[in-house]
């Protein structure tokens, strides 16, 4: 059986049209760098990440007084920014022989990171595309989930969750919206 496609779904990536291309320089302003940095490291990376940008270069020992938490935590979410290409760090050692880590941020990395992910995300819809235009479904008028033609052969077009008859979906709105999604996605990717 096929299970009803979700077409509402859409990354926060697919609508930035100022914030693309090649000569793009991400900044903490950008929404999009924004979402990305709150989906990898949470509230707490992004006001990070606005502490580093103000008084870059600056130590971690110096972040972690800066934010009201536990240092384990705050140093779990410096590491987030990093793994996210967010952020880097210096190592260095002080006078007193402790090791020390200067932060600043690397946000230009970021925006490699972010392509990468739209053009799968390109890949994806445009996979979803195909499917819907080559494939009819079925549907009951409670809505449950659509089925294929085949699927609905099976079940001699009837409902599996409800036993109403099915009837062709007109799947037409859902193909035009993805063809937007696909449009806005093929503008800013490199
Ligand atoms: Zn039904």
């Known amino acids: 059986m096929t299970s009803s496609v979700d077409v509402e779904r859409r990354s ?9 291309g090649k000569d793009w ?3 903490l302003q950008d929404q999009v ?16 990440a606005e ?3 103000e008084s870059q270069p600056i130590l971690g020992v110096d972040l972690v007084e800066l934010v009201e938490d536990k240092p384990s935590n705050v140093r779990r979410s410096l590491y987030k920014l ?3 290409r967010v952020a880097q760090y210096a190592t260095d050692t002080d ?3 402790w090791e020390t880590f200067t932060w600043t941020l690397s ?6 990171v972010i392509n ?7 890949e994806h819809l445009r996979n979803r595309l195909n499917f819907e235009e080559l494939t009819t479904f079925f549907q009951c008028p409670e809505e449950h989930p659509r089925v294929d033609f085949e699927t609905g052969t099976e079940l001699g077009f009837r409902c599996p969750t409800c036993d109403l008859p099915m009837d062709n979906v007109d799947n037409t709105s859902d193909i035009e919206r993805l063809k937007e999604q696909i449009a806005e996605l093929e503008d800013v990717v490199f």
């Open 25 to 27: 320089i991400p900044s």
């Open 95 to 97: 006078k007193s022989g």
């Open 82 to 84: 990093e793994e996210a």
């Open 51 to 53: 502490i580093i940008e």
């Open 33 to 48: 760098v924004r979402d990305y940095i709150i989906d990898a490291a949470g509230e707490q990376g992004l006001l990070l």
């Open 12 to 20: 926060a990536f697919a609508t930035a049209t100022a914030e693309s």
């Open 116 to 122: 990468r992910e739209r053009k799968a995300l390109l």
């Open 107 to 112: 946000l230009n990395e970021v925006k490699f």
